[in-house]
């Protein structure tokens, strides 16, 4: 189990950034959360299986409308009692 929080950089705000990662995080099983930043960044932790993962932020980069120019990844202690992926704000 691994969890990390990720900033988003590019297209990401304005274009069904946090639905899109919200639906994919679902259909693999993953946890966390997304929220826009005021800056126009995504911020977002996500946490479960490393594979899924790496799979979460391949089907985000090659979304439609979703251009990802960078993104800032810190590894996180994993939160045993989280059960879900929200989007906040």
């Not at 691994?2 to 297209?11: E, L, Q, S």
Request: a positive charge.
């Amino acid at each position: 189990m691994k969890r990390f929080r990720i900033r988003f950089y590019g297209r990401v705000q304005g274009v069904g950034f946090r639905y899109t990662a919200y639906h994919i995080a679902q259909g693999l099983s993953l946890t966390g959360w997304v929220k826009n930043e005021f800056d126009g960044a995504v911020l977002c932790e996500v946490q479960g299986d490393g594979a899924a993962i790496d799979e979460f932020l391949g089907k985000l980069n090659s979304s439609r409308y979703i251009r990802i120019d960078d993104m800032d990844i810190k590894e996180l202690a994993p939160d045993k009692s989280e059960r879900c992926f929200d989007i906040r704000g």
